[in-house]
């Protein structure tokens, strides 16, 4: 939007699982310090692009190039290691391990002496307001907070590119106003973020550029305010969806 | 590790040192060291098993390894078994990264039933063949180690002592190890694998490399035990040390024990190996079958009252005493 540098391109992605096809011909830009939204209805293939840019499974066809590397081929953890952290839809915590130490198991990648990563995670869970819950084991913490240790852990492998895939899910309003405001604040301490999201509001708020999914296609991109006037989006997506006035 | 911890440490390693001067039976004496043996075998299968929480059921194949490897070396070559134990290790691990990058790729259930395979492969090879690498193994009958006198160097000793030093040294050094391990990145990072694979990965850990490591440090310190155990037997009886039997022993303490943690398997296995001994002894000679029998009681009640292990169930105990008494003395409460 800014006119930042490319940092991750994705270039004409397909992924087939069998016979059906997920993802098909998708094609997504994001720029340095951009938050990009991708909005689209279950099963429209937002999480299998998240999967496929993170390394869980390559794409069928195409190519991901993040900062001038191709990555579609790498394995999760070099992925992870070049800057791209992510947060689960479904959350997968490591439920024996206390938040601190959930955040720390990240923190790990850059500061891999114990003492360091302890400072930098508690750094972090200042920072996503968790530290009050530190000593909690993963097992024993509800659904928002284990979205939001999800993305302390991320942040903690300090990415520049951020993948987050329904953080907001099961938070209250009040709640979810508070995630907004870190999720922005994250973007200005430098972070290039794509969010998945169902909550509208959030999603207009945030993003700076949308992209919409239906069916694996892409059928829409642009502002948030093209992209919320689109026939095509209101008639395949918005228009039926209760929860848009949100 | 704060100074109080490391000196109680220190005072139990001390105390322990002390026994052979007040144990003169050598009964006796054998029981300890067989408790001492398996607490080390536990500790060194915790690694794998516990921390990084792969159910590997054929640990047993790395005794064999280090037991057959330093036997051959000193029985045939007349090298001493301290080198052979150091051959026997890294054998083992490399065995392990063998076996390790094939069994890794399966998962859950079929990961334990390779291991088990892999165990079984191993243990028919040495029992079928008469002559394996060149070196007379006599199959089935395995092979009597040769009295080579009385001294450190041959690890072979006429008091039961000498066995009693090194087993413990190796215990300790194993259990520093193994702390050192848990408290590390590698620690943090096995035991994020164990929880959650994907997770692990998504945040840079290299859960195939990991795996391999633990494998590997796993198959280096059973393979060390292997060598001493078969020194201290004096015989290598493979359908003993390769017997499944062992396997699931040395399991059976760090589960029951408490998985990943760095005491559970060390307690358990100093109430299990003497208990299974003295039943041996006492009950098996009058009535055959009985005394396995209270042992397989005895483990069935362990894993139905304490299924995540003894030693956290005492850690709760302590924590909830000491919470007590800070509740009648809060103005002496502190760290």
């Given at each position: 939007m800014e006119g930042g540098k490319l940092l991750l391109q994705v270039d004409a992605v397909t992924k087939q699982f069998g016979g059906l096809t997920a993802v098909n011909d998708v094609s997504v830009d994001v720029n340095q310090g951009e938050i990009v939204g991708l909005i689209g209805a279950n099963g429209a293939g937002k999480t299998t692009l998240f999967n496929m840019i993170a390394g869980v499974f390559p794409p069928t066809e195409g190519k991901i190039v993040f900062q001038d590397t191709e990555i579609q081929k790498l394995p999760c953890q070099k992925i992870s290691r070049l800057g791209i952290g992510r947060t689960y839809q479904i959350v997968k915590p490591f439920s024996n391990l206390t938040v601190l130490e959930n955040t720390m198991v990240g923190a790990l990648q850059h500061y891999p002496k114990?003492?360091?990563?302890?400072?930098?995670?508690?750094?972090?869970?200042?920072?996503?307001?968790?530290?009050?819950?530190?000593?909690?084991?993963?097992?024993?913490?509800?659904?928002?907070?284990?979205?939001?240790?999800?993305?302390?852990?991320?942040?903690?492998?300090?990415?520049?590119?951020?993948?987050?895939?329904?953080?907001?899910?099961?938070?209250?309003?009040?709640?979810?106003?508070?995630?907004?405001?870190?999720?922005?604040?994250?973007?200005?301490?430098?972070?290039?973020?794509?969010?998945?999201?169902?909550?509208?509001?959030?999603?207009?708020?945030?993003?700076?550029?949308?992209?919409?999914?239906?069916?694996?296609?892409?059928?829409?991109?642009?502002?948030?305010?093209?992209?919320s006037n689109d026939p095509e989006v209101i008639k395949s997506y918005l228009g039926e969806k209760r929860y848009v006035k949100n | 590790m704060n100074v109080k911890k490391a000196a109680l440490c220190a005072g139990i390693v001390l105390a322990t040192?002390?026994?052979?001067?007040?144990?003169t039976n050598n009964l006796a004496m054998q029981y300890i060291i067989n408790m001492l043996i398996f607490a080390y075998f536990a500790t060194a299968w915790n690694i794998i098993g516990g921390y990084a929480g792969q159910l590997a059921l054929g640990n047993g194949v790395y005794v064999g390894i280090g037991a057959y490897v330093s036997t051959i070396l000193f029985a045939y070559e007349g090298i001493t078994p301290w080198i052979g134990m150091l051959a026997g290790g890294v054998i083992a691990a490399l065995l392990a990264l063998i076996i390790g990058s094939i069994t890794f790729r399966l998962s859950g259930s079929y990961f334990a039933l390779a291991t088990v395979a892999m165990l079984h492969i191993i243990r028919l090879t040495f029992l079928s063949n008469n002559y394996m690498f060149g070196y007379h193994t006599k199959g089935a009958l395995g092979i009597s180690l040769p009295w080579r006198g009385n001294s450190i160097i041959n690890m072979q000793f006429e008091e039961k002592a000498g066995y009693f030093y090194i087993i413990?040294?190796?215990?300790?050094?194993?259990?520093?190890?193994?702390?050192?391990?848990?408290?590390?990145?590698?620690?943090?990072?096995?035991?994020?694998?164990?929880?959650?694979?994907?997770?692990?990965?998504?945040?840079?850990?290299?859960?195939?490399?990991?795996?391999?490591?633990?494998?590997?440090?796993?198959?280096?310190?059973?393979?060390?035990?292997?060598?001493?155990?078969?020194?201290?037997?004096?015989?290598?009886?493979?359908?003993?040390?390769?017997?499944?039997?062992?396997?699931?022993?040395?399991?059976?303490?760090?589960?029951?024990?408490?998985?990943?943690?760095?005491?559970?398997?060390?307690?358990?296995?100093?109430?299990?190996?003497?208990?299974?001994?003295?039943?041996?002894?006492?009950?098996?000679?009058?009535?055959?079958?009985?005394?396995?029998?209270?042992?397989?009681?005895?483990?069935?009640?362990?894993?139905?009252?304490?299924?995540?292990?003894?030693?956290?169930?005492?850690?709760?105990?302590?924590?909830?005493?000491?919470?007590?008494?800070?509740?009648?003395?809060?103005?002496?409460?502190?760290?």
């Open positions: 114990i003492a360091g990563a302890r400072q930098k995670a508690l750094d972090i869970l200042d920072f996503i307001g968790l530290s009050h819950r530190k000593d909690v084991v993963g097992a024993s913490l509800g659904l928002p907070e284990l979205k939001r240790m999800e993305l302390a852990r991320a942040l903690a492998t300090e990415p520049k590119l951020l993948l987050l895939d329904e953080v907001m899910a099961g938070l209250n309003p009040s709640d979810g106003a508070k995630v907004i405001e870190y999720i922005q604040k994250i973007k200005e301490s430098g972070v290039t973020i794509i969010i998945i999201e169902h909550v509208m509001k959030a999603i207009m708020t945030l993003s700076d550029k949308i992209y919409v999914l239906n069916q694996g296609r892409l059928i829409a991109q642009g502002s948030p305010d093209e992209v | 040192a002390l026994i052979p001067l007040f144990v413990l040294a190796l215990l300790v050094a194993a259990g520093a190890f193994s702390y050192r391990i848990k408290t590390s990145k590698m620690g943090y990072y096995l035991q994020a694998i164990n929880t959650n694979p994907e997770a692990a990965s998504s945040l840079g850990v290299n859960v195939m490399g990991m795996k391999l490591k633990a494998s590997m440090i796993s198959a280096f310190m059973t393979a060390v035990g292997g060598s001493f155990y078969v020194q201290f037997l004096n015989v290598l009886d493979p359908s003993r040390i390769l017997g499944y039997d062992m396997s699931v022993q040395i399991l059976l303490f760090a589960i029951i024990g408490g998985k990943g943690t760095l005491w559970g398997p060390i307690i358990a296995s100093l109430i299990m190996t003497p208990l299974q001994d003295v039943l041996r002894g006492i009950v098996g000679a009058s009535i055959s079958g009985l005394a396995q029998a209270i042992y397989g009681l005895v483990l069935m009640l362990f894993i139905y009252f304490l299924p995540a292990g003894l030693w956290p169930a005492i850690i709760k105990l302590y924590n909830k005493i000491v919470a007590k008494i800070r509740a009648r003395a809060p103005a002496n409460a502190g760290e």
